[in-house]
């Protein structure tokens, strides 16, 4: 049971001083995390103000499909669920059950990001390119870098998994990935806030 002072469930085998390591550590993620969701703030709200600029060139609500981005979101939320079954196993000890769980998140992420880039292909084909309007250009900068961060978080859980492999996942470092699972949610949540803001918005209007 998690006390009202642990930031995460201590593992087994873990010293009170490794568990309190382990807390500073993902605390001052949380702080990091703060700071990433004004930058999120920030491009939604130049987003939202620079929706209607579309200078007469092609408009996103013209190009968007929506199966394709609900598989796209399908597959960015299965990972977090998965995110959380490797969290279940490694407080069991069960790391070979993680590594699995991490390898189907990795898996479920690449997925996301392939999609991503048929469709902004797609949207580049039919004339909707960066440099065509703000709108546009507001447009790849919101999707565009949660699209890099995604990435990023993709690159840091495969190398957990080349770490596990190496040197082993140890109750000493537990919290590594605890921080890139709540790197994980992070981005998967602002990915909801995307879609109903940028997709379906679109689609409403």
């Not at 200078?55 to 979101?73: E, K």
């Not at 490797?86 to 998140?105: P, R, S, Y």
């Not at 859980?157 to 537990?174: E, H, M, Q, R, W």
Request: proline share 2%; charged share 10%.
């Amino acid at each position: 049971m998690i006390g009202s002072h642990e930031l995460v469930p201590a593992q087994p085998g873990q010293t009170p001083e490794q568990a309190k390591a382990q807390d500073n550590r993902v605390l001052g993620f949380w702080i990091f995390l703060s700071g990433e969701c004004a930058f999120f703030a920030a491009l939604i709200g130049t987003y939202l103000s620079l929706d209607t600029h579309t200078a007469g060139a092609v408009t996103l609500a013209s190009l968007i499909d929506l199966p394709l981005t609900g598989v796209m979101t399908l597959s960015l939320l299965s990972s977090s669920l998965t995110m959380v079954f490797a969290f279940l196993a490694m407080n069991k000890g069960e790391l070979q059950a993680m590594k699995i769980w991490l390898w189907v998140t990795a898996l479920l992420g690449a997925i996301f990001l392939d999609l991503q880039i048929f469709e902004f292909t797609h949207y580049m084909a039919s004339g909707f390119t960066m440099g065509a309007s703000a709108s546009a250009s507001a447009f790849y900068a919101l999707v565009g870098f949660h699209g890099l961060h995604v990435a990023f978080g993709l690159f840091w859980i495969i190398s957990l998994l080349v770490y596990s492999f190496k040197d082993g996942i140890t109750p000493a470092n537990t919290s590594k990935v605890w921080i890139a699972g709540l790197y994980w949610h992070f981005v998967d949540v602002v990915w909801v806030i995307i879609f109903t803001v940028v997709y379906l918005m679109q689609k409403v209007h």
